[in-house]
């Protein structure tokens, strides 16, 4: 039986405002990761949302490129496509576009995805990584400090789309996940590996992803379809940043911050 998960889901008024609280919420987990252990591990996510959140923590008249102790921050990745470093289509590329090569975060600390390798191969020398950095044994899983994921219109979330292969591994760290929808292979970390991070975090944002939304936290349960239904963190604690219409068809939040403009919601899932 799955486990009791509290999901706690802010909702902003447009996608900037979204993306200022996932900056901040970002800056936080490393400034206080890093004062507890000298250490901040955090694995993001690609896709579109997190292009701004990006923008605003390099930001030099911002609040965080001068702040954020970068030089303890190590960089991971939930998930890449198998493409080269400088095609457009990377995760890590576009990262280290808007991010990486305007702050002050060590080469040495940041371990990207080997996109351009042989799927498999690629998803075996990211666990190889994890393992000699995070120095795991045997069956000990990472322990990131934050994991930021997307969601897709159809549920997936990572690399782990509808009805494929990548769902039911449960041994693996990471893995090369053929899409059949897309013809494509990705490599992503596997569920059971997100769910070991202290706080998890998914960003949703616009009216496309309003009935998935809906369905991943209210709809019956359905991993196979709803593959982010598979996040279920051990903490027992889920946080969703939502713009107003992704949060279009969530039950009634409360006013909160109203300064802020933000409303938040908790469900029991």
Same mark, same amino acid.
């Given at each position: ?23 901040? +919420?970002?800056?936080?987990?490393? @400034? ?56 457009? @289509? ?9 991010? +990486? ?21 690629? &998803? ?12 795991? @044994? ?76 809906? #369905? ?7 991993? #196979? ?34 300064? &802020? ?9």
């Amino acid at each position: 039986m799955a486990r009791a998960v509290t999901v706690t889901y802010e909702i902003w008024p447009d996608a900037e405002a979204m993306a200022r609280a996932s900056a901040k +919420l970002f800056a936080a987990k490393v @400034e206080q990761a890093a004062a507890k252990r000298g250490v901040a591990r955090v694995a993001i996510s690609g896709g579109s949302t997190p292009k701004r959140t990006f923008s605003l923590l390099a930001d030099p008249a911002g609040p965080y490129a001068a702040t954020v102790p970068w030089d303890k921050l190590q960089l991971f990745w939930v998930d890449e496509r198998c493409v080269g470093p400088d095609d457009p @289509e990377s995760n890590y590329g576009v990262a280290r576009e808007l991010l +990486l090569s305007k702050v002050g975060i060590p080469a040495a600390n940041v371990f990207r995805m080997e996109g351009e390798l042989d799927p498999e191969e690629a &998803a075996s020398r990211y666990e190889s990584t994890l393992r000699n950095v995070m120095k795991l @044994e045997g069956a000990e899983s990472p322990a990131f400090d934050l994991v930021t994921l997307g969601m897709g219109p159809d549920g997936h979330t990572a690399s782990l789309f509808p009805q494929t292969e990548g769902l039911h591994e449960m041994g693996r760290l990471v893995i090369a996940n053929h899409v059949p929808q897309k013809d494509v292979w990705r490599i992503s970390l596997t569920w059971p590996v997100i769910n070991q991070a202290a706080e998890v975090v998914f960003e949703v944002e616009g009216a496309g992803k309003t009935d998935v939304l809906a #369905e991943v936290l209210t709809g019956p349960r359905e991993p #196979e379809r709803l593959p982010s239904q598979l996040i279920r963190p051990a903490s027992g604690k889920l946080l969703f940043l939502l713009d107003e219409a992704a949060a279009a068809k969530l039950p009634t939040a409360s006013e909160v911050s109203a300064g &802020a403009g933000r409303r938040v919601g908790v469900l029991e899932i």
